[in-house]
């Protein structure tokens, strides 16, 4: 079946109409698959037409860093599945950083180059969900980082995990199912509109498009589902619906990773049936390893494959009265990979809100969750 490659369309808003007329220069020789559907230089009267025309690529020229900020926020809320690249003469870190935090996923210096631009089309590309059919039906794989009691560093792996993922080409999505704790959104330093209960509640009309207007797309790349804002909304959540959910995830992303804890029931239980691999994340001291030890055998006794386990030892000193073999021993399985303990780096990252892998590329925590990314793909493939 031959399909026909979908046009792109792009809207432009810049008070400057040089730049405008740049723009279109640009992309009017790619005319047949990327269509400049607006161009204005006026943006209050463009918010509507962006609700109408839905564009893929809103370009907005900035010249103040907070109306700026207002207007990345406002295209945000009226065509939330555009993605919106600044342009501005302004070459300050804030307000790289500014427009980056309100939803901007590309900062273009004026004048604007040419093979900037397209760079920035080719890298934004990768993060559409196409309405290519045979794309839709691909099945992705849900890989799950879980550990019951907490405070062992789950959110940091699975944060930094779909973090270095979505470096390459695939479709990443990350999904927070730590129901009532839920802070992955934190960690990234955004504050999504929409929640899983956006999801669980309209399974019925769940198709592409919705999922991506619900999903909060982060500058690393990532898509990501938070937990949802009220604890109330969080009672009515139930296993079938977040299967389900998986399930449609599957279908539209390459990777899905999850964060989970707590009890293995509920939620849980339809998130390990879901996973094609759980990431058992475990410290190496005594408790954590009896509490991994139980639980192991209650996953075996749950039914949940063996193979599809694997235990991470996060925070690892290599100097440590436990040694790797210790924990082979005690918990009858091998460790899949360990990942360094570097408080300093990953404690920065947290508070500043990005990845560490995407703050300090170098850290030896990095490099790890590298490997582990590696793993995960190789094993998966
Ligand atoms: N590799 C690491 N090296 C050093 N510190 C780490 C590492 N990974 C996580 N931490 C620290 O552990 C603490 C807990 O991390 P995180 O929130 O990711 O854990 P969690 O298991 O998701 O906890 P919660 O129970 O809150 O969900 C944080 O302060 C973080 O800085
Ligand atoms: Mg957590």
Known sequence: MTQSIPVVHIALI????ETLSAIEEMLRPYGDRLNVCLSSTSFNSSLESL???APKVVILGVSDLGQGIEQVKAIHNSSPWSTIFVTSIEKNSDWILGMMRAGAIEYLLKPI???ELFEALQKASKLWIGTNVEEVKKKGKVVTVYNPIGGMGTTTIAVNLAAVLAKGDDKIALVDLNLFSGDVATFLDIMPRYTLTSVTSNLSRLDANFLMSVMT???????????????????????EQIEKMLEFLKGVFSYVIVDTGGLMFGANEAVFRSSNMILYNTVMNLPALKTAKRYLAAFDKRGVQRDKIRILVNRFLSKADIRVQDAERLLDRKVFLTIPNEYGDVNDSINKGVPVVNLYPRSTMSKAVVSLAELVKQQMA
């Open 14 to 17: 810049d008070s400057d109409r």
């Open 51 to 53: 609700q109408k025309l």
């Open 113 to 115: 180059e040419k093979a």
């Open 217 to 239: 797309q982060h500058s690393s790349g990532v898509y990501l589902l938070s937990e949802p804002l009220e604890l109330d909304e969080t009672i009515g959540i139930t296993p």
